[in-house]
């Protein structure tokens, strides 16, 4: 067994497990009945012998990924999170590279219900089994990509950098767990005061419904017994019942007061059916949605993602306000709407667990939750959080104030040339499916002429260079095959500029919050920042609920004392530095030049010749010393006639004579396309983007069924979840050795695809000669890439003719 040092004992007791393992525990217990609790780790053998024992092992694998704990410790000394190897180890649990018998003494101590530092050691003792020794060797670079080389920001992957996949909960967890785990703020005491604060009239308004709650014929609430008519089983249809019936009972009492709001909006709840617009199945438990004309019931009318306002995540025990499990599972509903609402830049949302209650909001940085609160007690913060999202306006709700107009007629304006001109949009061209990150969204829209341009909305660290300014650079300097600049600008709203931190939380600060994800924390940071005073979330708190309570008989101390937070530890402290104040900025380009994607190509002809411009865009780009760095299916674009190609997207893209990083945190990118040596993390070169077109190609022929067709879904849908040094090794075996690599074309390129087997086996001869990478850097290989496409190009038009 592993010895714990006194440090990693210390954040194994601030971060206990508590009851999150239960859910294994008992569907181990109904899958195999006959397991022994108390035998030998042979007894647990069973698990590696089928597929319904290795699902088992996984998902105990990724449960504990997800845990507190996992961040707070790390395998060795000053190194990652636990988190990360333990993220590994599912990666190559997944993929059979490991042997699950390795985890049948981890699975008898989570069913013994071992200790937490055993179970923790027993994590240690299978990772330190099971862990590769990785020695990649990257060659030298030549002396010319030396002397241009740079100081590299590093990558960073999310949700919204997955191509072609299914969505699966088990694959996406763990990577949305990275996006949001050192940018997740709980009990943060102005929570209420900055969210609800410009809500008109919303005390007086929740003060006039208590009272008519309490004052009622058959009162509503009591002092000495909370809500009336409260399922205390807190069974989720009851509560769902009960939740439907008092908002309506709220929206009545407040419009008999006369307060009406600004627009219909109603509760909605199927919390066992699907709701469609997402990839894969994604049920909600309840949400507010905009109400319809003539409904007559809560349910009765249909609803999408699109039509989401608040989504709200229930739990029956009180106790999981606190896990990590609950916060994810409101993550992945705020994801689903940021997906499906192209003018939605954040998400106001809420958890209940059993009474305890918790209000948070998503954004492009991250997340900030308020302190959870019993809605016994509280009541009147209970009311005020409700009518709050009835009467929030649509700005406060999270969307767009400067995308005007109701759908079908949206529009932005600009001021151009010190004319102000407005572009309607037309449709969605992007929209990334991530809560933090780029969030790129992409408009095909037109003027008041009827010209047509693309509207790129994205969310920069303030850091990272402007894409407009580049590109306006390389327009102006006559390059080919790439997006044409028209208009950029930092968004305004009302005069300021919007950002995360100043814009869309208003100033919220981060030192009054707790970090309870945070990997590497210094809890020292808490002295730095003086107590304010008491906001007035916090008086509605204290005020006439906790008075009251003061004389009054507690309805159950027990569910009460549930719900206290933990004390702060230093694994859920602010950090220090820089990192900790990052922001996020909104910026708008426009572009002239407008597409379509390579998958929306009418043929193979068609799809290889947006290849071929993607090349020729490229190898301009590098003529005017800038490196693209991001190429993918998604930034190669094929013109509505397809006659020719373009790159699009120069966010990552460099000059090439700049000398150190932008001083951005991370660059996002789409992993699946990119060239081993980047995977490795070498200085990046035009090399290492010319290969990165030979993995697009590939990547279309393993999933394109041609057009209009469903795309494949295939065992390569795996990349987007590997680790970078993982991912390097497996495209690496692709292509080192011919026989292998042919067999992995033939079997795997799609039917509609398996005309260009010869087109890419002869790509592979020249961007990786003999089967292995390239050793140094040459610009002829344009020249050879581009003679082969176009021969391919030539033979498939041979054939339709």
């Known amino acids: 067994m592993a010895q ?48 319904v024992g290795r699902s088992l092992s996984l998902r105990l694998i990724g449960i504990l990924q997800l845990l507190p704990a996992a961040s707070a410790l790390s395998f060795e000394h000053g190194g990652s999170p636990l988190s990360a190897d333990i993220a590994l180890l599912y990666a190559r649990l997944s993929s059979n590279q490991t042997d699950f018998r390795h985890t049948t003494q981890l699975a008898k101590d989570v069913n013994d219900r071992a200790e937490d530092p055993i179970i923790w050691s027993a994590v240690l003792d299978l990772i330190a089994r099971t862990r590769p020794t990785l020695h990649p060797t990257t060659p030298p670079q030549s002396a010319a990509s030396f002397a241009a080389s740079f100081q590299q920001t590093p990558w960073s992957f999310n949700t919204g950098s997955f191509a072609d996949t299914s969505d699966l909960r088990k694959d996406v967890d763990p990577i949305l767990k990275g996006e949001l785990e050192g940018n997740l703020i709980v009990d943060h005491p102005h929570f209420f005061d900055t969210f609800f604060g410009g809500v008109p009239q919303l005390s007086e308004m929740a003060a006039a419904v208590f009272e008519r709650c309490k004052e009622a014929e ?48 109603r509760c909605f709840a199927t919390p066992n059916k699907p709701i469609p617009g997402s990839v894969s199945k994604r049920k909600l438990d309840i949400g507010i949605i905009y109400g319809r004309r ?18 709200g995540e229930l739990k029956g025990n009180p106790r999981e306000d606190n896990h990590s499990s609950t916060w994810f599972d409101l993550s992945r509903y705020a994801r689903e709407i940021f997906a499906a609402q192209d003018t939605r830049r954040s998400v106001t949302g809420f958890t209940l667990c059993g009474s305890i209650m918790r209000l948070w909001a998503f954004d492009r940085l991250g997340a900030v939750a308020s302190q959870s609160f019993d809605i016994h007690e509280n009541a009147l913060m209970f009311i005020s959080a409700v009518l709050g999202y009835l009467w ?36 969605v061209i992007k929209r990334q499916r991530c809560v933090a990150g780029r969030a790129t969204s992409c408009w095909e829209v037109h003027n008041a002429a009827g010209q047509p341009f693309v509207v790129k909305d994205s969310w920069e660290f303030e850091e990272r260079p402007e894409e407009g300014p580049l590109l306006k650079k390389v327009t102006d300097a006559g390059v080919k095959n790439v997006a044409e600049y ?120 068609a799809m290889i010749t947006g290849i071929l411009g993607g090349i020729k865009g490229h ?6 010393n800038v490196l693209h760095r991001d190429i993918s299916v998604g930034n190669i674009m094929l013109e509505k006639d397809e006659d020719d190609g373009f790159l699009i997207d120069l966010d990552l893209a460099i000059e090439m004579d700049r000398k150190e990083a932008s001083g951005a945190p991370s660059k996002t990118g789409t992993k699946v396309f990119m ?18 077109f030979f993995w697009v190609l590939f990547w279309l022929c393993v999933h394109w069924n041609g057009p209009d067709q469903k795309r494949s879904r295939t065992e390569y849908e795996s990349w987007n979840y590997k680790d970078t040094e993982e991912l390097a090794m497996i495209k690496k075996g692709t292509v080192d050795e011919q026989d292998k690599f042919d067999k992995k074309v033939d079997d795997n390129f799609t039917a509609y695809c398996k005309p260009l087997i010869p087109c890419i086996k002869e790509l592979r001869e020249v961007v990786f000669p003999g089967g292995k990478r390239w050793r140094g850097e040459d610009q002829g290989l344009y020249v050879r890439m581009k003679a082969i496409l176009e021969k391919a190009r030539e033979n498939l038009v041979l054939v339709v003719a």
């Open 218 to 265: 058959t009162p509503l609430h009591t002092d000495d017994t909370g809500w009336a008519e409260w399922p205390e089983d807190c069974a989720e249809p009851d509560v769902l019942h009960w939740l439907r019936h008092h908002i309506d009972q709220f929206l009545q009492f407040a419009n008999e007061q006369g307060f009406q709001p600004p627009a219909r909006r």
């Open 392 to 427: 929030m306006a649509p700005k406060d709700l999270g969307f767009d104030p400067t995308i005007c107009g109701e759908k079908g007629s949206k529009y932005i304006e600009i001021t151009r040339n010190a004319q102000p001109e407005r572009y309607h949009l037309d449709d």
């Open 4 to 51: 714990l040092s006194k440090s990693q004992l210390q954040a194994i007791k601030a971060n206990p497990i508590r009851d999150e393992l239960d859910s294994f525990r008992d569907t181990l217990k109904s899958t195999f009945p006959d397991a022994n609790a108390q035998g030998s780790p042979l007894s647990f053998e069973g698990l590696a012998a089928n597929s």
């Open 486 to 605: 028209h208009y950029h600008e930092i968004v305004h709203d009302e005069g300021a500029v919007v950002d995360v931190r100043n814009n869309l939380r208003k100033g919220l600060g981060d030192g009054d919050g707790r970090y309870p994800l945070r990997g590497h924390p210094n809890s020292q940071l808490l002295a730095e920042f003086p107590k304010p005073e008491a906001p007035a979330s916090e008086r509605l708190m204290s005020g006439r609920g906790r008075s009251n309570s003061i004389t009054r008989k507690r309805r159950s101390n027990s569910r009460h004392q549930s719900m206290r937070p933990p004390k702060r530890s230093c694994s859920d402290s602010p950090t220090k530095g820089n990192s900790s104040r990052r922001n996020r900025v909104h910026r708008r380009l426009i572009m002239g030049r407008v597409g379509k994607s390579i998958y929306d190509a009418s043929s193979l002809v």
């Open 675 to 692: 060239a081993i040596g980047a995977l490795y993390g070498e200085h990046h070169n035009f090399m290492h983007d010319l290969e990165s």
């Open 619 to 624: 190898e301009s780009l590098l003529e005017r």
């Open 294 to 311: 003539n409904e007559t019931s809560d349910d009765g009318a249909p609803c999408d993602w699109f039509d989401v306002l608040v989504p």
